[in-house]
C-alpha cells in the first residue's frame, strides 16, 4: 500500500470514529486491496462492517444482487454494475457506506470496448453513489494500486461531503 492510500485510509478512520458510520466493501479486480486499506489501520473494526470479493459474474449477482440483465446489457465493466454492487454491499452489512470496483486489471482479459486498465469505482449511501471510470493501463500491480488508492480517496471525500456539520461549528460570514 502507497504512503497517500495509508494517509487518507486514516483520514477515514478519524472520521468514523467520530461519527459511528462504518463502511463496507464489494471488490472484484482488485481482490480485496480496498478492505485491507482500509483495516491496516488500528480500530478500524469499530467501523469496517465487511467486504467481499465477487471475482465472476455468478457471485457478484448472487451475493450482491448485481441483475443479469445489467450485466448483459453493459458488462460486468460498467458503471450499472458498480452502482449494483454498492447498493448489494450496503444491504449485505448494513453499512452506511460502501465502495465497488469492478474492470480489468490485466494483463489479459481486455477487450476493444473494456481494454486492460479499465476499472468502474463507486463509492455511495443509500440516497447517492458516485463513480469514477480509470482507463489507464500501467501494468496489473499499478493498474490495481491505483484504483485501490482512487477508490480510497473517493470513500473520503465522500465521508466529508456527508458528514453532519457540528451544531456548534461558527456561521461563515
Not at 482488485?30 to 483495516?39: E, F, R
Not at 471475482?55 to 450499472?80: F, P, Q
Request: net charge negative; hydrophobic share 40%; aromatic share 6%.
Amino acid at each position: 500500500m502507497d504512503i497517500e492510500t495509508k494517509f487518507t485510509s486514516r483520514e477515514i478512520n478519524l472520521l468514523l470514529w467520530k461519527t459511528g458510520e462504518t463502511v463496507s466493501t464489494a471488490e472484484s479486480c482488485t481482490g480485496g486491496n480496498v478492505a485491507a486499506a482500509l483495516t491496516s489501520i488500528p480500530g478500524s473494526s469499530n467501523y469496517f462492517k465487511g467486504g467481499i470479493v465477487t471475482y465472476s459474474d455468478e457471485t457478484k449477482m448472487r451475493y450482491l444482487g448485481v441483475n443479469a440483465e445489467t450485466i448483459e446489457a453493459h458488462t460486468v465493466y460498467s458503471e450499472e454494475v458498480v452502482k449494483e454492487m454498492v447498493a448489494g454491499a450496503l444491504k449485505a452489512f448494513d453499512s452506511t457506506y460502501a465502495v465497488a470496483i469492478s474492470g480489468v486489471a490485466g494483463p489479459t482479459g481486455g477487450t476493444p470496448e473494456h481494454p486492460v486498465g479499465t476499472v468502474w469505482i463507486a463509492v455511495g449511501n443509500a440516497d447517492e453513489v458516485v463513480t469514477k471510470k480509470r482507463t489507464e493501463n500501467e501494468g496489473r500491480e499499478r493498474n490495481i494500486q491505483y484504483a485501490v488508492c482512487d477508490a480510497v480517496t473517493m470513500l473520503l471525500d465522500f465521508i466529508r461531503a456527508h458528514q453532519p456539520v457540528a451544531e456548534d461549528a461558527e456561521e461563515v460570514k
